[in-house]
């Protein structure tokens, strides 16, 4: 009996650690399935933020963009567009208003709908002056949102205009009955921003700050049927560029932008399962100079200064070649870029007798010029992305063969951001990713100087301030072409910034997603319609 007994207890131990075997199995096979359907995303760039009315930096509207849908979606012409939360649009006879009629299953992440309410809310949060959203001049066209029903919201404008319909799309749909009772002043740092109920086909699930911020796919969305096949996207906060592309090469993370061209051998060497996808570029490299300083306000010293810089040499040492010299304020992919602009020429006997015409000359022989007794010494802020300041290192050095000191001022991403929207600085070098509507306000308007806009030069031309108003004005391309040409012509003369390059953009991917096409808007374009092997669409 004893026997008997061990022999029961000993089978039915087996028996157990077997089940909890299967169990663990199980649970490793169901993680491991997660795994394959999660996107894990290397970026240096941790929102401050996901509420989009605070949102400044691009790589933050990507993320929203995955949690928030607009009433449309804009396509690669960036003219034509498709329904979203809108799922149809008719002009009135004159023009001057577009009614959208809103899906009946949009729904908001905890469950309540998207109404024409929603629409007018956000609307009103664009355009209230204490919120101070930075891209209100968008809105400054819009003569009333009119609510028609709870389904039906009406956009009037106040005169007929090229970017009507861009304009009223632009801007998520924020939630009226999360955010109406929040005071507008305090709309920007709301805990909303930390916790948002979005109506896209991600949500977010977990937010570890200095760590990594965690999507996962909405069952509110309205394409819920058809769940994503990426199930989650992890954005991972990696602190320095070398890390990222570190990881990148180990697996432990499946996608990276804005791949520099001297990581591609290392990066195709390591990972035979990365694909590179080059994009259409949106974003331009400059050298923004303040010009609320001396002698930066002066236009000769800025042309002397951008004479004095091999753009050549950088786009060829630091891109590699892939890069084109920048012209304009107006990217390539975009219909009104000015193509014949010439390049201001590297010339730096041409530079150094423009600035000795300004009164600069080196009178105590120690290589650097100096007026009034005060040397030309400029400080230029740069992040902390080795390829920003390989090309900072490289303009330090053209300066100085001119006489020009420049003082490097190497700084974590989110402090650089700052200073320069305070204009806290001399010079820094940037990155700017163009909207895809052809608008120059934001950055080069006297009226969007800080803090209303991105005028972080404090450029002021009114001849500029007019091209622009009358341009969009305009009712079609052919018409505004001209004005936007004279406008670029006139701002590449002026020098606000010394355009250097427009950089192609690299992105590399893990080759088990599928169905993947970005555009010029964003990678994650449709990210919701991604494929992931083996059920890919082809």
Same mark, same amino acid.
């Given at each position: 009996m004893k026997t008997n007994r061990r022999v029961s207890l000993l089978s039915a131990c087996v028996a157990a650690a077997l089940a909890l075997c299967a169990v663990r199995?199980?649970?490793?096979?169901?993680?491991?399935?997660?795994?394959?359907?999660?996107?894990?995303?290397?970026?240096?760039?941790?929102?401050?933020?996901?509420?989009?009315?605070?949102?400044?930096?691009?790589?933050?509207?990507?993320?929203?963009?995955?949690?928030?849908?607009?009433?449309?979606?804009?396509?690669?012409?960036?003219?034509?567009f498709k329904p979203q939360l809108a799922s149809s649009w008719t002009w009135s006879a004159d023009s001057l208003a577009i009614t959208f009629h809103l899906r009946p299953d949009a729904r908001w992440s905890d469950g309540q709908p998207v109404t024409a309410r929603d629409v007018r809310f956000t609307w009103e949060l664009h355009v209230d002056t204490t919120v101070a959203w930075p891209s209100a001049s968008i809105k400054a066209k819009l003569r009333d949102v009119e609510v028609k029903d709870e389904r039906t919201v009406v956009f009037h404008f106040k005169e007929r205009y090229l970017y009507q319909l861009m304009d009223a799309n632009d801007g998520v749909i924020l939630p009226q009955h999360i955010l109406g009772s929040v005071a507008r002043k305090e709309i920007k740092t709301a805990p909303f921003g930390r916790a948002p109920v979005g109506n896209g086909p991600y949500l977010l699930s977990r937010w570890e700050s200095g760590q990594y911020l965690e999507l996962k796919s909405n069952p509110r969305y309205f394409e819920a049927g058809s769940e994503p096949r990426v199930h989650r996207v992890v954005f991972k906060f990696v602190p320095d560029a070398v890390t990222l592309v570190a990881q990148l090469k180990a697996g432990e993370i499946d996608l990276l932008e804005a791949v520099q061209p001297g990581d591609l051998g290392a990066i195709r060497q390591s990972r035979s399962d990365a694909v590179v996808q080059t994009v259409p570029a949106r974003r331009m490299s400059f050298i923004a100079? !303040?010009?609320?300083?001396?002698?930066? #306000?002066?236009?000769?010293?800025?042309? @002397?200064?951008?004479?004095? *810089?091999?753009?050549?040499?950088?786009?060829?040492?630091?891109?590699?070649?892939?890069?084109?010299?920048?012209t304009s304020?107006?990217?390539?992919?975009?219909?009104?870029?000015?193509?014949?602009?010439?390049?201001?020429?590297?010339?730096p006997a041409a530079a150094r007798a423009k600035l000795a015409e300004r009164g600069y000359k080196d009178?105590?022989?120690?290589?650097?010029?100096?007026?009034?007794?005060?040397?030309?010494?400029?400080?230029?802020?740069? !992040?902390?992305?080795?390829?920003?300041? #390989?090309?900072?290192?490289?303009?330090? @050095?053209?300066?100085?063969? *001119?006489g020009v000191r420049v003082d490097l001022r190497v700084m974590e991403y989110s402090a650089y951001i700052d200073r320069i929207l305070a204009t806290d600085y001399d010079a820094a070098l940037v990155e700017w990713k163009a909207t895809t509507k052809v608008d120059l306000t934001g950055l080069f308007h006297t009226q969007s100087m800080r803090p209303k806009g991105f005028n972080f030069v404090s450029y002021s031309n009114p001849e500029v301030d007019g091209l622009i108003e009358q341009a969009l004005r305009k009712t079609d391309t052919a018409s505004a072409r001209a004005l936007w040409n004279r406008a670029q012509q006139i701002i590449y003369h002026d020098q606000p910034y010394t355009f250097i390059a427009v950089p192609k953009e690299l992105t590399a991917i893990d080759d088990r997603f599928c169905d993947v096409a970005p555009n010029a808007i964003s990678f994650f374009v449709d990210l919701e319609h991604w494929g992931v092997k083996p059920d890919c669409a082809h």
């Open positions: 199995t199980a649970r490793t096979d169901a993680e491991a399935a997660l795994d394959a359907r999660t996107l894990v995303v290397g970026t240096r760039a941790e929102p401050k933020t996901l509420n989009p009315i605070a949102i400044i930096a691009s790589e933050s509207h990507q993320i929203a963009g995955l949690v928030f849908l607009k009433l449309l979606q804009e396509q690669d012409d960036f003219m034509s100079w !303040n010009e609320k300083r001396a002698p930066l #306000d002066d236009r000769e010293v800025r042309r @002397a200064l951008t004479m004095a *810089i091999d753009r050549a040499e950088i786009i060829r040492t630091v891109w590699q070649g892939y890069a084109t010299e920048c304020p107006i990217v390539p992919v975009l219909w009104a870029y000015d193509a014949s602009i010439a390049a201001i020429p590297f010339d009178s105590d022989g120690d290589g650097v010029l100096e007026k009034d007794g005060k040397p030309l010494r400029i400080e230029m802020l740069v !992040n902390d992305a080795q390829n920003r300041i #390989d090309v900072v290192t490289l303009v330090q @050095a053209h300066l100085k063969r *001119i």
